[in-house]
């Protein structure tokens, strides 16, 4: 059952970008930079605020950005769902899919599509539209003097660490431990960045039982664990 989750949102993302010209959203298509994000959250939270609510994760950005999840449900004993963008602050597309798919959310459920309605009423979504808001403003505030040239220009955090590459190596751990399941201790094996510590937090204080982490500029899906104990194959 969980599985269709993550497939129904696909579509219904999907759906929302099609319906655009019927749709009486006021949702303008563009670039929403990090203020413009956070307003837009609150702007949605208001409108839907029986099936809405917003939170900061425990940390902020490296340049003191709140990392703000938008949560939508009725009923918190729910099965949990997350989404996540913009972990590479230069892949943008994500960010504005999940900004998309929040107003698209609270918008039908208000005009009683059932399916919607049904989606909510029985699932716990959390939706972080941006974990590299830093690596987001970097990239966009070169854009006209970079015309392209440098395409991992705001890929990292402030501190030029790549998000993606800064959680514990959960594939060696467990190969290391084989079927032990007392090994949690050893996961944290460096000084994480906050927006890395912040998610972690976030994962282990929440039962999620999907998640998806939006990227873009391939056609790939990673799943866990993708590399062999040699480490020959990823």
Request: with cysteine.
């Amino acid at each position: 059952m969980y599985s269709m989750i993550i497939i129904t949102l696909f579509l219904f993302t999907l759906t929302s970008l099609q319906t655009t010209i019927c749709s009486t959203s006021s949702f303008e298509y563009k670039h929403h930079n990090n203020e413009e994000l956070n307003q837009l959250l609150q702007d949605i939270h208001e409108k839907c605020p029986s099936i809405t609510r917003l939170y900061e994760l425990s940390e902020k950005s490296v340049n003191g950005w709140p990392l703000t999840v938008i949560e939508i449900s009725t009923n918190p004993v729910k099965p949990e769902f997350k989404y996540v963008g913009n972990m590479h602050g230069n892949e943008v597309l994500g960010r504005e899919l999940l900004l998309r798919l929040a107003d698209y959310l609270c918008d039908e459920y208000r005009n009683n599509n059932v399916y919607v309605q049904n989606l909510v009423n029985n699932t716990r979504i959390h939706l972080l539209p941006s974990l590299n808001p830093d690596g987001w403003e970097l990239a966009t505030a070169n854009i006209d003097q970079n015309h392209g040239s440098d395409w991992l220009l705001g890929r990292s955090n402030l501190n030029g660490i790549d998000i993606n590459r800064d959680f514990p190596d959960l594939d060696m751990v467990a190969f290391r431990h084989g079927t032990k399941d007392d090994f949690i201790n050893t996961l944290i094996y460096h000084k994480m960045q906050p927006e890395t510590r912040a998610a972690v937090v976030w994962l282990l204080s929440n039962p999620f039982v999907l998640s998806a982490n939006l990227h873009g500029g391939a056609l790939v899906a990673n799943y866990p664990f993708d590399e062999t104990p040699d480490g020959s194959m990823t």
